[in-house]
């Protein structure tokens, strides 16, 4: 491509060249319609499709970017691909690498904060979304037109993911840059991803203040005992109230580690803090609902007395993790949610109804056997709100399809893998992923329970 300009699918024009990674390259872009300034960053396929690792983490990249909208994040705005190239089109941030103001010395207590507390609030959403980046560092940290925060570069992050008794699992993987990674990173034996950011944020905010690393040593051994230890000195222009919460971040167990919520009650922290909009609703959940409701009925048509019934190619694709035909850019967590059950639309709406009142959500019912659940409390990101929708697929068999509509990621997984699952039991016939097989003694011997 060089320097020359060129048109992309309509939309976009090339320009300068800004930098390259190890299979991408990066150009600044325009779109032709609104003006808007944009990066562009172009993978070739040949480069990447014969290292599956990387196709994995190019997929990866796009799924989490896609679920992390924030005020301080980079943002993913569309993703195109040729036969021989992908484009990540991207938020184009113009002030450089916070690095680059660090390396001209240390920052003053009050802008070190404001970072940070950006910092925070971003990773806080990521963590709430169920994305861990594993690679905070200034380098990875933007500055915008208004000199704010923007985290970048999600290629090394990982997404949670729960064992089959619900629990998170740990995470194996050794990545990030040496500096900055925690203690138990170093030990192998698995880590909590959200804590290890938290570790990584307690580094980038020594470096704010002091200019320099906390653990630095020519001899990658001696950083790593130094790390392993959480052995470091505050520099003597450190305030106290600066030191009391890095020695709460930099804390060599992860579980004696200050969690986020702790970090947003300590008053250093709190001194000019202000959450973005990210977590405003403009709307109400059911008045959302509602319009969806009355688009949906405008342009599927289902009978008034019976769900709407499903084809076969549509189970498949929807209950077959071997026939996943989903869009590869999907939060499949929030989407990919099924059982089947013998029971009638009727019993296994009323036992959903039933289930979410139990657990104090309120409840909101369509006559297109669409039923939404509300939270009882506000989380992280709003209330949670989640949908089930039920569809024929046979005369005695339904397919019942749960998402979440608004919300905080974990919490629907906690609510739909420890509350509804259990609950649900005796009009569940087979869960999504589950072994159908191992299914055939309930399917004789049990009866779907009468409401």
């Known amino acids: 491509m060089g320097e020359d300009r060129k048109i992309l699918f309509g939309k976009y024009e090339t320009g300068k060249f800004l930098g390259k990674g190890t299979f991408a390259k990066v150009y600044h872009g325009r779109h032709l319609a609104t003006n808007e300034c944009v990066a562009i960053k172009v993978i070739k396929k040949d480069e990447v499709i014969k290292d599956e690792k990387m196709m994995e983490q190019i997929k990866r990249e796009i799924s989490v970017m896609r679920l992390v909208r924030h005020p301080n994040i980079v943002e993913l705005k569309e993703v195109m691909a040729t036969k021989s190239k992908i484009f990540f089109v991207m938020e184009y941030v113009r002030g450089g690498e916070l690095f680059a103001k660090v390396a001209r010395g240390r920052l003053k207590e009050d802008a070190a904060r404001k970072y940070f507390q950006q910092l925070i609030s971003a990773v806080d959403f990521c963590h709430s979304r169920g994305v861990y980046h594993r690679d905070l560092k200034p380098e990875n940290l933007l500055l915008d037109d208004n000199d704010d925060l923007k985290i970048s570069d999600f290629g090394l992050s990982a997404l949670h993911e729960h064992s089959s008794n619900g629990a998170g699992v740990l995470l194996h993987t050794q990545c990030g840059t040496p500096a900055y990674i925690p203690p138990e990173i170093l030990r192998t034996k698995g880590y909590d991803g959200a804590k290890a950011d938290i570790w990584s944020c307690g580094v980038v ?168 659940l509300v939270g009882p409390t506000e989380g992280r990101k709003g209330w949670l709100s989640v949908t089930a929708e039920v569809f024929k697929v046979a005369p005695e068999l339904s397919v019942v399809e749960f998402s979440k509509f608004s919300g905080d990621t974990l919490e629907y997984i906690k609510f739909r893998e420890e509350d509804m699952r259990p609950a649900l039991k005796d009009v569940i016939w087979t869960w999504q992923g589950d072994n159908v097989f191992n299914c055939d003694d309930r399917i004789d011997g049990e009866e779907c329970s009468k409401q």
């Open 205 to 372: 905010l020594y470096v704010l203040l002091a200019g320099f690393l906390p653990f630095q040593e020519e001899n990658l051994t001696a950083m790593y005992r130094k790390i392993y230890r959480a052995e470091y000195e505050f520099p003597p222009w450190f305030s106290s109230e600066s030191k009391r919460l890095i020695s709460k971040l930099l804390v060599a167990d992860p579980a004696k580690r200050l969690s986020i919520p702790g970090i947003m009650r300590v008053s250093w922290f709190k001194k000019g803090f202000r959450r973005p909009n990210a977590f405003s609703m403009q709307e109400s959940i059911f008045e959302k609902f509602d319009e969806e409701e009355k688009f949906m009925h405008e342009t599927i048509k289902k009978s008034p007395s019976s769900p709407a019934f499903l084809n076969a190619f549509q189970l498949i694709s929807s209950m077959s993790t071997g026939f996943d035909l989903s869009n590869m850019f999907e939060d499949r967590r929030n989407a990919g949610s099924t059982f089947t059950s013998r029971c009638s639309a009727k019993v296994i709406m009323g036992k959903i109804e039933m289930v979410g009142k139990k657990f104090g959500f309120k409840v909101a019912r369509t006559k297109n056997f669409k039923i939404r």
